[in-house]
């Protein structure tokens, strides 16, 4: 794992990853901040334990796809590919403006490092499965990630992904469910996610772990095993994730997907992060 | 709770069938789209594939249960390894098609045309074309070419795919014109739809020494009387009814139209602006939204008003029953065309 860097440690680079997708959200003075507070200890895994990928050559061909299925999702993982040095920082003040390579949706024509183009929900597993098809052919070790949310669960189409990938024994992908519990219209549960989530996919056929998505150890340690698991089958990590973590009092908020943030309290909030910024 | 007014068919408003009289007559959609008796040939596009994929590696094949029923299984058949059968699921075929195009792949997906057009079209926008992949998709049943009814008749799908920036939409007409557009979308870097005719397939534009070029409208032959503009298996029918025509003194020409979009707005609007002739399209779908349409904006656009008709099928939801009844019922066969023609001449000359 070239790029796990010893003395830089995974909470940290959540951290600096939080801090980044605040930046960006005090830009426009809006985003999908909660989702990207709430998956920052996940990404983090992603892009410094698990994948390997080369920062000044995004596009090289051994590298881990990582799939943005979520496209409101943009804003954290615009952070995480600038604290992984794919994207500059000095780009952060172009979030969501004209010209700009971080556009509010993840689009993968506009940006380097997003693989995918995201936004229309229950897209993103159909198309890694695609890709993993592909990587299989070219006879390329690399895996395939696909973030997804647990709103798109209720897309057929994404069930019509989870069934490839099992009839097609892709145990190159690995798809990252972010359940928040959080849609556009309420909790996720409360329309056609059903808990536990882990059985319906083992019942599929997949691999699946479920685990505390703020818990860097846990998360860790669920990467690994998927990577590691020796069945041909795909894989999947439910990363039960709290929105807004590590913000206590936009955690305490009425949690909503659209988390609104008054122009003053994206200082406070940063504030609130540099102060408790991992040793 | 009161309901509104139903307007639905039902069974009611159908008359009993009156016993079958003459040849066979049915609705399979195996059915020969002509019966005057040209030489076929047997799945022109699968085995241009198979020809194809002898050299290039990056053809891969998918699709979602039909390849019997769009001759995907004779490429299937030749290369086992690089076809993929995705099952009953649109979706994913569309999304795994991109995501192996997005690998270096060139992908033909294939299903019938109301499925890639109704059920899978936000999966063709946004993972093949908005990233302009190079995903081919191929359908059998574009039009109507069955008589399974609505759910098999995709009598819209050329004005929904018309609609989306990045595609290329292409109704070809025969199996020689088949065999050279599977060629050429497979050099042409970005997505494609075809319309497929599949089985045993006419050969018609054979005779004529024509050559596809996805970029060109063509002339198959003038006329001073009447221009058709047609694609897809009209222009089989507009090239017989131009044979009859001339029997009876009438003139008419045969613009082929493969491609609809991008449309050759040059070599249309020169045929459509010599003057003296009526402008008849004829296109294998509804007068919504297809090549009528298209052709009628871009003469407009370039100030050229010819006499101008339309041969389409009507907006609405088609009877089933036998292909050849259907196309006499609609309009498409060679006697309704030739009979319509010369009724819009009798009332109203071409200025």
């Not at chain 1, 929105?243 to 659209?258: A, N, Q, S, V, W």
């Not at chain 2, 407009?300 to 609405?316: C, H, K, M, S, Y």
Request: with cysteine; aromatic share 8%; proline share 6%.
């Amino acid at each position: 794992m070239p790029n796990a860097i010893p003395n830089v440690s995974l909470a940290q680079r959540a951290w600096a990853i939080r801090r980044n997708a605040l930046r960006m959200g005090e830009v426009q003075g809006q985003g999908y901040i909660g989702q990207a507070l709430g998956i920052a200890d996940v990404l983090a895994v992603s892009y410094f334990h698990a994948m390997d990928y080369r920062a000044d050559d995004p596009g090289w061909e051994g590298r881990d796809r990582f799939c943005l299925s979520i496209g409101h999702y943009a804003i954290a993982l615009y952070a995480a590919l600038i604290e992984a040095g794919i994207l500059p920082e000095d780009e952060i003040g172009t979030y969501g403006m004209d010209d700009s390579r971080l556009p509010m949706s993840g689009m993968a024509a506009y940006t380097p490092g997003m693989e995918i183009t995201g936004g229309s929900l229950g897209h993103g597993l159909g198309i890694s499965v695609g890709i993993a098809l592909g990587l299989k052919r070219k006879r390329n070790p690399a895996f395939v990630y696909n973030m997804l949310s647990d709103g798109e669960l209720g897309e057929g189409s994404t069930w019509e992904a989870v069934m490839s990938a099992v009839q097609w024994k892709l145990d190159n992908l690995i798809a990252i469910v972010d359940f928040n519990n959080q849609q556009a219209d309420g909790p996720t549960t409360h329309a056609l996610a059903q808990v536990p989530e882990a059985p319906k996919w083992e019942a599929f056929g997949w691999h699946a772990q479920s685990v505390d998505g703020n818990d860097i150890d846990a998360v860790k340690a669920a990467f690994d095993t998927a990577r590691t698991h020796a069945a041909a089958q795909p894989r999947v990590i439910i990363c039960n994730t709290k929105m807004c973590k590590g913000i206590p009092f936009l955690e305490d908020r009425e949690i909503t997907h659209f988390i609104r943030v008054e122009p003053d309290e994206w200082a406070r909030a940063l504030a609130i992060l540099d102060e408790s910024r991992p040793q | 709770m009161t309901l509104g007014p139903n307007s639905r068919r039902t069974p009611a408003h159908i008359a009993r069938p009156k016993p079958a009289t003459g040849g066979a007559r049915t609705s399979a959609m195996i059915a020969s789209l002509d019966a005057e008796g040209r030489e076929t040939v047997t799945a022109p596009f699968g085995h241009a594939l198979v020809d194809l994929a002898r050299t290039r590696d990056d053809i891969v094949g998918l699709t979602a249960d039909l390849s019997k029923y769009t001759d995907l299984h004779v490429f299937a058949k030749a290369y086992p390894d690089r076809f993929y059968q995705m099952g009953m699921a649109e979706a994913v075929l569309m999304s795994a098609a991109a995501g192996l195009a997005r690998e270096g792949f060139t992908p033909f997906a294939t299903t019938y045309a109301v499925f890639a057009s109704r059920r899978a079209y936000d999966f063709i926008v946004m993972a093949i074309a908005e990233e302009n992949l190079p995903v081919k998709i191929v359908c059998a049943l574009p039009g109507l070419t069955t008589g399974y009814g609505p759910s098999h008749q995709a009598t819209e799908d050329l004005a929904i795919l018309r609609g989306m920036p990045n595609l290329t939409v292409i109704d070809p007409c025969c199996a020689t014109e088949i065999d050279q557009a599977t060629r050429a979308i497979a050099d042409h870097p970005g997505p494609v739809y075809m319309r497929l005719l599949r089985g045993n397939v006419p050969d018609v534009l054979g005779e004529y020494g024509y050559k596809f070029d996805i970029a060109r409208a063509q002339m198959i032959h003038d006329g001073n009387d009447v221009l058709f503009v047609s694609s897809g298996l009209m222009t089989m029918r507009t090239l017989d009814a131009a044979k009859r025509l001339k029997a009876d003194g009438i003139d008419a020409g045969v613009l082929h139209v493969p491609t609809i979009k991008p449309l050759d707005e040059d070599t249309i609007a020169a045929a459509c602006g010599k003057t003296g002739r009526l402008v008849v399209t004829a296109e294998n779908h509804s007068i919504t939204g297809g090549l009528g349409e298209a052709v009628a904006a871009c003469l407009l656009r370039r100030g050229v008003t010819p006499a101008f008709r339309q041969i389409a099928l009507p907006d609405e939801f088609l009877d089933a029953g036998a292909l050849p009844t259907l196309h006499d019922q609609y309009g498409l066969s060679v006697d309704a065309v030739t009979t319509r023609v010369k009724a819009w001449l009798a009332d109203a000359p071409a200025t």
